[in-house]
């Protein structure tokens, strides 16, 4: 079956470094991945998605990365506030209207 | 904020209890879904509709009775349940259908239910 893995343990960084999360997946390549910051008590928000012919794609401060060979795709947040302080989800789909989420990592920017 | 509101934003029911959870979309989108968010698991997918039309059960208990009134409107109605089904509960809503599109989707704000 597919499955997304992240890594489950909180990422602690200090502020101004760079930020990387890793997000792994199952099976055949999805067409694209999504990546989503939740906030405690609060829904997930759309960040960006890479598609499968993308190798990066770039908002901001924010940058994504699709490597198919590795069956990974990498999330970074360069010059890191301790504003960027959430959990990060990785999804990917699944068949026509499903998609299937990782369980996040908890990044902490410390000040 | 992200034009999904959930209502109520924290629920505690016992086990006996009848009760309902609103999601509403002002995003003119035509796609809804419940999502089931426990700790340290992934989000779980429980429904999809499209334009009013249920497509996907995920093999959910039918003590969770979705009901979708009009494209704007989804409710998740609730009927003994048991304490594991403590969690956060998302609404989501999409232009169109997610999936094989990409389409993003967009998350209310949940609402955190406790059975007791």
């Known amino acids: 079956s597919q499955k997304i893995e992240q890594n489950s343990e909180a990422l602690n960084i200090q502020e101004g470094k760079t930020a990387t999360l890793t997000c792994n997946y199952t099976?055949?390549?999805?067409?694209?991945l999504q990546w989503y910051r939740q906030d405690p008590g609060r829904g997930p928000v759309f960040l960006l998605l890479i598609r499968e012919n993308e190798k990066e794609k770039r908002k901001e401060r924010l940058k994504v990365t699709f490597d198919t060979t590795l069956k990974q795709s990498l999330f970074h947040i360069t010059a890191s506030q301790p504003a960027d302080s959430a959990t990060y989800l990785c999804?990917?789909?699944?068949?026509?209207?499903?998609?299937?989420f990782g369980t996040g990592t908890r990044l902490k920017v410390l000040a | 904020e992200t034009g999904v509101t959930q209502t109520p934003r924290h629920l505690v029911m016992g086990m006996t209890n009848k009760k309902s959870l609103k999601c509403e979309q002002h995003?003119?989108?035509?796609?809804m879904y419940w999502y089931k968010q426990s700790a340290k698991k992934p989000l779980e997918l429980m429904f999809v509709?499209?334009?009013?039309?249920?497509?996907e059960n995920n093999s959910v208990p039918s003590r969770f009775s979705p009901e979708c009134p009009n494209s704007s409107h989804l409710f998740l109605h609730l009927h003994t349940l048991q304490p594991e089904d403590s969690a956060l509960y998302l609404c989501?809503?999409?232009?169109?259908?997610?999936?094989?599109?990409?389409?993003?989707?967009?998350f209310g704000p949940g609402t955190r239910l406790l059975v007791l």
């Open positions: 509709y499209s334009l009013e039309e249920r497509v």
């Open positions: 099976n055949y390549s999805p067409a694209y």
């Open positions: 995003l003119g989108h035509n796609a």
């Open positions: 999804a990917r789909a699944s068949g026509t209207y499903k998609y299937i």
């Open positions: 989501a809503s999409s232009q169109y259908l997610s999936g094989a599109s990409g389409e993003t989707q967009y």
